[in-house]
């Protein structure tokens, strides 16, 4: 605006604000007379008084004269200024530092420029506010504090102290790898503001900082606008001036078009050229902006490996030259459909899989299964040679001058990290899996002696041990049942991240991967009847999650676990009271991260898992109606996930299966006896399958005579005693077979023992049946009797003292198993039968 034409809006606005608010439309209208632009000029400023929170006010603004350079304040509020940081369209970025005695912390501070254009600036301005108090990510600057001081509008955003990701990537001599990997990290961060409704509109090295530690940090929301506001229309404001950064602007900024997520991914797609090439592929130098705008509009960029330095153009030719173009299609519905469809497809070609952007033939996906596979298909050709090949490898390893220490690594990583995951989840994997994670700890092994004290090698070996134990242990994926083991490789990756976090207090990583080892512990510890070493490590993991959660406020999800943990500790101890608001916190929390990452395979079974666990606690409290409600949640989330990958995820067919015998079992204290069957039968028939397809898992076949015994106990009052008995002798069989592969299991021990009470009391009620012939009864006595027996010898060798998993009581069998077995016994000496309440 010219200084004459704001000299006169000026004088117009402060004698308006002079004039109460009835009477400043007369004095507008008379004032501006048939000059219509002048009084929109005039009412869009006057539109801004009196609509901030803050103590803003536009009488205090009109007064500054628009200035060449802004004075740099000494304060601002309670922070002190130390330097300026720089200088953008809205505002001044400061680095200061806050001294009010509280505590000490730099912290970048935005503050609003004064002049002519500050009124219609106050509306972007508090706008950014508001974004960036939504956006709470570990990629993302936070925003800390904000307000006004001295009539200085200003918000307070965490410091980044780091170089723009180009620049980063350039001084750091990464590898195409390596700024793949650092770019997907930057493709999360977008890709949580766009589920948070909110594009970035400026997407540009400047904007994404990253730190000494490597951690991008995305900044500037300052032209980010909401997908819609609460009205349901996104807020507009004329702003004078192109406000966009040519060199990274999709050809819809340019031609001024409405925006979504497709010209943020259009800016990603031209920065990630611009990592693997060094070249902006719409910006060379020398240019001007009119010619930067036609080469984004008409000119077709060069494939990426055409730029490159010769050393590099062999890797970006083919699968990332397509990914790369694809995502900056001069038409949106070209691109990518979402930043996560972008983010994967890098991830497929590092892992060397097909990716999307290119149109695969039957030879590129032949070329790609086989590159990605070739240890895999070793394996299946070769099986009768593996020893031998491990045998060769580790002598190799052993002799250091003759081997490539680097490559044995990597192909450690391959076999563990990839092909391991590769076939976790397919049916009858579990003994595949177990020989891979042997064969890779093998190797490994020689590594940690030959590497020393190697952080990320003592990180992946503690990833390897725990892999390994949850192959021996874990009851959802499918194991062998093998506490011993599972216990001996729990401790070992227990020992390597206590040494990581002890050198290291800051290693969320290695703390993150300790508490989640130590809940493991937790539970093996359970199993094998230890029960003061599993309190101790499910404070531990607690202990750390919550160390963990109040160090990165801005990962809601870290404190929803501390809490899931917290609350799960507390129901071990059956202090339900306790344990209620912890588990509706908890849920709500991954509820809410849900809502953020509905792709998020984590945060959607810790969702189930947290519902599930609220349903549990219900139930003990009485509130049957709400247990209900929140088993049904937790069974949703889990059979849409396994709806979506199929029936073969035996991980989530696992899950599905407990949560059917949780439903099916509160139907069934609610009377529903027919709903609670049919769910019982079809969590056994998904448990069922899975043995069947792994006879190695024995933990399918352990959960399955659980779900016999529920079953069991269900037809049993339902008045069914012949169902009910066939049941429980089948969950007494598999119980015993699995003692004999792990006679230390307390769990397998107690539910011997359950089951073999219960298997007693209904041929006693079988027994006891009117019209019963003698002999007939007498035989039934008699197994009775034998079912009582076992289940005495059980809780003899049982070392637990209350309850089992804070809900399986062996008190109450204790007490009532030997007063039923004289009474069995007494009937069969006087030949005559025994009133029982059974």
């Given at each position: 605006m010219k200084a004459d034409r704001w000299t006169v809006v000026r004088e117009i606005l402060e004698n308006a604000l002079d004039l109460e608010p009835t009477e400043r439309i007369k004095f507008v209208a008379d004032a501006c007379g048939n000059d219509t632009e002048l009084r929109s000029e005039v009412d869009e400023y006057l539109r801004y008084e009196g609509v901030s929170e803050t103590d803003f006010s536009l009488g205090r603004w009109i007064s500054v004269e628009a200035a060449d350079e802004v004075q740099d304040p000494e304060r601002i509020g309670v922070y002190r200024v130390l330097r300026r940081l720089g200088e953008g369209g809205m505002g001044v970025v400061y680095l200061a530092e806050r001294d009010d005695d509280e505590y000490r912390q730099q912290v970048a501070i935005k503050a609003l420029k004064p002049g002519p254009q500050s009124a219609r600036l106050l509306y972007m301005f508090r706008r950014e506010r508001q974004i960036l108090a939504q956006l709470q990510h570990p990629n993302i600057a936070h925003l800390m504090d904000g307000g006004t001081a001295d009539g200085q509008i200003y918000f307070v955003m965490e410091y980044v102290d780091g170089l723009p990701v180009t620049m980063y990537c350039r001084d750091h001599k990464l590898t195409v790898r390596q700024r793949l990997q650092l770019f997907c990290r930057v493709c999360e961060a977008v890709s949580y503001a766009h589920g948070k409704l909110i594009i970035h509109r400026d997407l540009k090295p400047g904007n994404i900082l990253v730190t000494v530690d490597g951690d991008p940090k995305l900044l500037d929301f300052g032209l980010a606008r909401m997908f819609l506001d609460s009205t349901g229309v996104e807020p507009t404001i004329q702003m004078t001036g192109a406000m966009l950064t040519p060199a990274y602007a999709s050809p819809e900024q340019v031609r001024g078009e409405p925006l979504g997520t497709a010209t943020d991914l259009y800016s990603l797609g031209v920065l990630l050229y611009e990592l693997l090439t060094g070249a902006n592929p719409q910006a060379p130098e020398k240019m001007s902006p009119i010619e930067v705008c036609r080469t984004i509009l008409e000119a077709e960029p060069q494939a990426p490996s055409h730029v490159a330095d010769h050393a590099n153009r062999r890797e970006l030719a083919g699968d990332l030259d397509n990914i790369v173009l694809k995502a900056i299609r001069k038409e949106p519905e070209h691109r990518y459909a979402s930043v996560d469809d972008f983010r994967r497809d890098i991830e497929r070609y590092i892992g060397g899989f097909p990716v999307h952007a290119a149109r695969g033939s039957t030879y590129y996906?032949?070329?790609?299964?086989?590159?990605?596979?070739?240890?895999?298909?070793?394996?299946?050709?070769?099986?009768?040679?593996?020893?031998?090949?491990?045998?060769?490898?580790?002598?190799?390893?052993?002799?250091?001058?003759?081997?490539?220490?680097?490559?044995?690594?990597?192909?450690?990583?391959?076999?563990?990290?990839?092909?391991?995951?590769?076939?976790?989840?397919?049916?009858?994997?579990?003994?595949?899996?177990?020989?891979?994670?042997?064969?890779?700890?093998?190797?490994?092994?020689?590594?940690?002696?030959?590497?020393?004290?190697?952080?990320?090698?003592?990180?992946?070996?503690?990833?390897?041990?725990?892999?390994?134990?949850?192959?021996?242990?874990?009851t959802s994926r499918g194991s062998l049942g093998d506490t011993a083991g599972a216990l001996e490789s729990f401790v070992s990756a227990r020992r390597l991240l206590d040494h990581l976090v002890r050198t290291d207090a800051n290693d969320s990583e290695a703390e993150q991967m300790l508490s989640n080892v130590s809940q493991e512990l937790a539970e093996v510890y359970e199993l094998r009847g230890d029960e003061p070493a599993?309190?101790?490590?499910?404070?531990?993991?607690?202990?750390?999650?919550?160390?963990?959660?109040?160090?990165?406020?801005?990962?809601?999800?870290?404190?929803?676990?501390?809490?899931?943990?917290?609350?799960?500790?507390?129901?071990?101890?059956?202090?339900?009271?306790?344990?209620?608001?912890?588990?509706?916190?908890?849920?709500?929390?991954?509820?809410?991260?849900?809502?953020?990452?509905?792709?998020?395979?984590?945060?959607?079974?810790?969702?189930?898992?947290?519902?599930?666990?609220?349903?549990?606690?219900?139930?003990?409290?009485?509130?049957?109606?709400?247990?209900?409600?929140?088993?049904?949640?937790?069974?949703?989330?889990?059979?849409?996930?396994?709806?979506?990958?199929?029936?073969?995820?035996?991980?989530?067919?696992?899950?599905?299966?407990?949560?059917?015998?949780?439903?099916?079992?509160?139907?069934?204290?609610?009377?529903?006896?027919?709903?609670?069957?049919?769910?019982?039968?079809?969590?056994?028939?998904?448990?069922?399958?899975?043995?069947?397809?792994?006879?190695?898992?024995?933990?399918?076949?352990?959960?399955?005579?659980k779900t016999l015994i529920t079953t069991g106990l269900i037809q049993r009052d339902g008045k069914d005693l012949n169902g009910a008995a066939q049941s429980l002798q089948k969950a007494k069989a598999i119980f015993e077979s699995m003692l004999e592969l792990d006679p230390s299991n307390q769990s397998t021990l107690f539910h011997l023992a359950w089951s073999s009470a219960e298997l007693g009391d209904v041929i006693v009620r079988g027994a006891e049946a009117p019209g019963q012939a003698e002999a007939r009864s007498q035989l039934a006595w008699k197994r009775a009797t034998a079912a009582y027996e076992r289940s005495a010898q059980c809780l003899a060798l049982l070392k637990l003292d209350g309850k089992l998993d804070g809900l399986l009581d062996d008190r109450s069998l204790r007490a009532a198993v030997p007063k039923r077995l004289r009474e069995c016994r007494a009937h069969l000496a006087n030949g005559h039968p025994m009133a029982a309440n059974h």
């Open positions: 996906r032949t070329r790609k299964y086989v590159g990605r596979h070739r240890w895999g298909l070793g394996v299946c050709v070769l099986g009768s040679m593996m020893a031998a090949g491990a045998a060769t490898m580790i002598w190799w390893q052993g002799q250091q001058a003759k081997m490539r220490f680097n490559d044995v690594r990597d192909l450690a990583h391959s076999v563990i990290f990839e092909l391991h995951d590769a076939v976790r989840d397919l049916p009858g994997s579990t003994s595949a899996r177990k020989l891979i994670v042997e064969r890779a700890l093998q190797y490994l092994r020689k590594l940690e002696a030959a590497g020393g004290n190697k952080r990320d090698l003592q990180m992946e070996m503690a990833a390897a041990y725990q892999k390994i134990g949850e192959v021996q242990s874990d599993r309190a101790e490590a499910a404070r531990k993991a607690a202990e750390l999650q919550w160390d963990l959660a109040r160090r990165h406020p801005e990962t809601p999800k870290l404190k929803a676990a501390a809490l899931r943990l917290s609350a799960n500790n507390l129901g071990k101890l059956a202090d339900w009271k306790a344990a209620l608001p912890l588990w509706q916190q908890a849920a709500a929390a991954y509820d809410e991260a849900a809502f953020q990452s509905p792709n998020d395979p984590e945060v959607l079974e810790r969702q189930a898992t947290s519902h599930n666990g609220l349903a549990q606690t219900c139930n003990q409290l009485g509130q049957l109606t709400c247990a209900l409600e929140q088993y049904e949640v937790a069974l949703r989330i889990d059979s849409a996930r396994l709806a979506a990958t199929g029936p073969d995820h035996t991980r989530l067919a696992m899950l599905v299966s407990f949560r059917l015998v949780d439903l099916g079992w509160i139907e069934h204290s609610l009377g529903k006896q027919r709903d609670a069957v049919a769910h019982e039968e079809r969590a056994l028939a998904l448990q069922e399958r899975i043995a069947e397809a792994d006879p190695q898992n024995t933990m399918a076949r352990l959960e399955s005579a």
